[in-house]
């Protein structure tokens, strides 16, 4: 029994920014209804069918949104093919169907929590249960794509299995969760991505969770967003670089663990999850529809916080956005700023000494068949914030056989320091032994590595060519040093630093486009308002190194790359020996 008092500040401001939401979406948006994919279309009838079932809204009771509704319902009906499923990008797809599902189901319960019928709502009613009906066998039977689609699926199949009970959805939910929860020893699930926990494996758990009676796959909800506690950065995003799925290349915005820390912080009494969820109440609401959907059905997101460890919640000013430097966003509270913090599977380190934050990456994945969706491939080893001063990517390109950036193939921690390594090896293929010879010419293709070819390589003698290389990096309080070292081929190599646009460089040379520049000498600083990191020391320009990042092969063939955006320094030199370079949080008044 829940005994919290409701934190009344919290609700009325959920339900205004989901008035705000229907009311924008009516005004500007509703002529799209007709035309939308079906998660976006049932979005729509959740969103209206929350706000017509909340008495604090403007929108509660009433006929107004009766045509809305049913255009939603006309398109879903329209999409949900012969199978039941939905068509979409992945044409009748199981687990695509389930997210639209879920919301289905999240719709039914809200109608049927009613105290009273709202007669505008029973042709909802009777048309989406409908929907469940003729969804139930094909996702029943159906499969997967991706790891966390498994919970999506399930998460569904529990809510049809609540309103509309069957035993073979049961033993199918039995079947998935006997597979067992794809979780890291660290707490992260196997695809490591911040996107995917919040927006599927998490809320799908705690759904399982709730409407079929296991409890215990809470525990890796908890483990999960204990995890991602000291991942928090104070301009509101999650660090992401070490993720599988596409995240890794994006400024993740933390808003959408709002409900998630939440919920916990009050069912455990967990403060740490309190002081998490305080600030990210300052944030603007992810959902905000969708999240008072969930409150109106689940008593301990409505609760007030625990602990008087919660610090106070201050708005996030409404005409910033989320990621943006100077924004004056609310101090991090203690529990997602400790010291030291790694995630040893993802490769994954983080120091802070106080308004610095230094984070470590060495955790690709080898990239075998190639660079593809489902492996960490970010080549970005280090970020360094310094305030709002950050420096959101170091990335070190060589000139070898195009084989692409450093990605460390080895991490090792000791303390406030972290090796990264990796080596690189090309070969040059000398002539067939006489017995694969043919007189026709035409041998095997084969792809050895760097690319295909009739060659037969692998019945080749050949000449291998390496480069080793290693980067220890160093964290001394506001301080980090980077020391680069390299054995094996004497070739060229470009360090490169990318800052988050807003401030100003200082002591650098420009290349020519607005955003690259050259560190040749000494030291460079970059500032933003007080917050000034200080870079270097700068090496003399080589014309034959060229100032640049070299994505690898993989992406130029293609046409592609996987630069990152924003204000790039460059600093170039020869893979002989070791290089030292420093990176230093200043304040304007210091500096």
């Avoid at 660290?186 to 695809?191: R, V």
């Avoid at 409150?295 to 460890?309: C, I, M, R, S, T």
Wanted: proline share 7%.
């Amino acid at each position: 029994m829940h005994t919290a008092p409701a934190d009344v500040v919290f609700l009325d401001r959920v339900v205004e920014a989901a008035d705000q939401h229907v009311q924008a979406m009516l005004e500007t948006h509703h002529a799209e209804s007709s035309a939308l994919p079906h998660r976006a279309a049932m979005a729509r009838l959740l969103a209206l069918v929350t706000v017509l079932t909340e008495p604090g809204s403007a929108f509660s009771g009433g006929d107004r949104l009766r045509e809305p509704m049913a255009t939603c319902l006309d398109r879903l009906e329209l999409l949900q093919g012969p199978t039941g499923l939905f068509d979409g990008t992945n044409l009748c797809s199981p687990p695509d169907s389930a997210f639209t599902l879920n919301d289905v189901c999240l719709a039914l319960r809200l109608i049927r929590a009613l105290d009273a019928p709202v007669p505008v709502l029973a042709e909802v009613d009777a048309r989406l249960s409908g929907i469940v009906a003729r969804a139930t066998n094909a996702m029943v039977s159906g499969g997967v794509h991706t790891p966390n689609h498994r919970w999506e699926l399930c998460a569904a199949l529990a809510q049809m299995n609540q309103l509309q009970p069957r035993q073979d959805i049961a033993h199918r939910i039995d079947e998935w969760l006997a597979e067992g929860i794809d979780q890291l020893p660290d707490g992260m699930y196997s695809e490591r991505s911040p996107l995917y926990a919040t927006a599927v494996t998490n809320p799908s758990l705690i759904t399982i969770a709730d409407s079929f009676g296991r409890p215990e796959l809470l525990d890796h909800v908890r483990r999960n967003l204990t995890a991602f506690l000291p991942l928090f950065n104070p301009d509101g995003s999650v660090e992401s670089v070490f993720s599988r799925r596409q995240d890794q290349w994006l400024a993740f915005h933390g808003a959408p663990f709002l409900p998630l820390y939440r919920r916990l912080a009050n069912q455990d009494g967990n403060k740490d999850f309190a002081a998490a969820a305080a600030w990210l109440g300052t944030l603007p609401l992810d959902e905000p529809a969708k999240l008072l959907a969930l409150a109106k059905l689940d008593p301990w997101l409505g609760e007030a916080l625990p602990g008087d460890a919660v610090p106070e919640a201050r708005p996030w000013p409404s005409d910033v956005p989320l990621v943006q430097s100077g924004c004056g966003a609310p101090e991090l509270p203690a529990a997602l700023a400790p010291a030291q913090a790694s995630l040893a599977s993802c490769g994954l380190h983080r120091f802070r000494s106080g308004a610095s934050v230094t984070t470590v990456f060495g955790g690709c994945d080898d990239l075998v068949p190639g660079v593809v969706s489902g492996l960490a491939s970010n080549p970005t080893f280090l970020r360094f914030g310094n305030g709002d001063a950050l420096l959101d990517g170091v990335r070190l390109s060589r000139s070898f056989f195009d084989l692409g950036p450093f990605r460390s193939q080895h991490t090792v921690s000791n303390g406030n320091t972290v090796a990264l390594s990796e080596t690189v090896a090309a070969n040059f293929y000398l002539p067939l032994p006489a017995e694969k010879r043919r007189t026709d010419g035409i041998y095997a293709l084969e792809h050895e590595g760097r690319f295909s070819a009739g060659m037969d390589f692998s019945s080749r003698p050949t000449v291998v060519h390496r480069l080793d290389t290693e980067i220890v990096v160093e964290v001394q309080g506001d301080r980090t040093r980077l020391t680069v070292g390299f054995h094996g081929a004497d070739t060229s190599f470009a360090l490169e630093l990318t800052f988050r646009p807003g401030g100003v460089l200082e002591g650098v040379l420009p290349l020519g486009s607005p955003d690259a520049f050259q560190l040749v000498e000494g030291t460079g600083r970059y500032r933003v308002g007080s917050d000034v990191i200080e870079f270097g020391s700068g090496l003399p320009a080589d014309p034959d190194t060229p100032p640049a990042y070299n994505p690898g092969e993989n992406y130029r063939y293609l046409a592609g790359t996987n630069a990152s955006e924003g204000i790039k320094v460059f600093i170039t030199g020869r893979t002989k020996g070791r290089q030292v370079f420093t990176l230093r949080a200043l304040s304007q008044q210091s500096s």
